[in-house]
């Protein structure tokens, strides 16, 4: 098995490199040929002529699109009778990009990488299969979420690491910080007055769901979010202790919890700073809007978008530290040499 993944990393290498021309082309896509100079119309656009399965099509770019280079590739569309220019076709790019992915952990990981490819596939499948089409009929966001947090936890737990005392420990500890994170995600967001619409992307759903769906979305995607945080934190407790329990059998379940706890201590620091930063990271817009703007502290704390940022944010860390000891009491009792 072993050689048998890095034999498919191999053969998946020229993905990689031909992926514009392994891709066929949508007949919603052209090239590029010409662009002519902006027009100063009602709405200033430039006409574009474009290269494409049906021939050769005009269409109109309105200046506040991305900017337009011949011999790009470029999406059109139908409105009204008239051809608008759309976004870059970025798909073979993505295609690229992920196949790069997957060789890259088949390389590295080999069968456990896999595995973990396979849970990754699988949790895709859980989400736009079950989640957003359960919420889209109305069902309760935070309900699915737990579900699909439950399903998803095991099929990746078991094929990542094996059915093995380690994978469900890990599961065990997962669930609870879970519960402490949905719990801290429905209190914090009541006090501080969270209505889920804080987001731009929320805009254009409010024809499609509740006004009142918004808000319990929100805490669905704080849960969501936590999962894959916690399914690396849990692992690795459990994994320290159980080697810990190897390396001397007589160890009680207070000596294993302690030794653990030392290594889990580094585990919490590093991460909570991985996630904080990885929030920021993403708010950095916002908050180069904010201070452009010269929004006042104050002011600043009270806007929905970023006080929604700072909660899942605190949330999410909150439930990730949790884990820690969580998990470590687990394993230890179940290491315990006493036993």
Known sequence: MKYLTTIVAI????????????IPVPDSVGRVESVSELKDDVLPHHTVVLSTNNGSVSALAYAGSSKINVGEMVSYRDEGGAMIVGEKYRLPSLVSLTVLFVVVVLLVSGTHGARSLLGLVFSFVVIFKFVLPQILTG??????ALLASIVILMVSYFLSHGVNSKSIIAIVGTLGSLIVTGVLAVGYGNLVGLTGLGSEETGFLLDTLPRESFYKLMLAGMIIGSLGVLDDITISQA??????????????????????????????????????????????????????????????????????????????????????PLTTLIASYWYDGSR
């Not at 069902?139 to 699915?144: D, G």
């Not at 994994?239 to 030392?262: D, Q, T």
């Not at 585990?267 to 817009?285: C, D, E, K, M, R």
Request: hydrophobic share 55%; proline share 3%.
């Open 11 to 22: 053969l998946l290498i020229p993905v990689i490199f031909l992926s514009t021309k392994l």
């Open 139 to 144: 069902s309760n966001p935070i309900a699915v």
């Open 239 to 324: 994994s320290i202790v159980e080697e810990l329990k190897r390396a001397n059998h007589r160890l009680r379940m207070s000596e294993l919890f302690i030794s653990a706890m030392r290594v889990g201590h580094d585990h919490i620091a590093s991460l909570v700073n991985t996630l904080i930063l990885v929030y920021a990271g993403s708010a950095l817009p916002l908050l180069l809007l904010f201070l452009v703007s010269q929004i006042g502290y104050v002011d600043l704390l009270n806007y929905e978008a970023l006080a929604e940022e700072i909660v899942r944010t605190l949330v999410a860390s909150i439930g990730l530290v949790s884990a820690v």
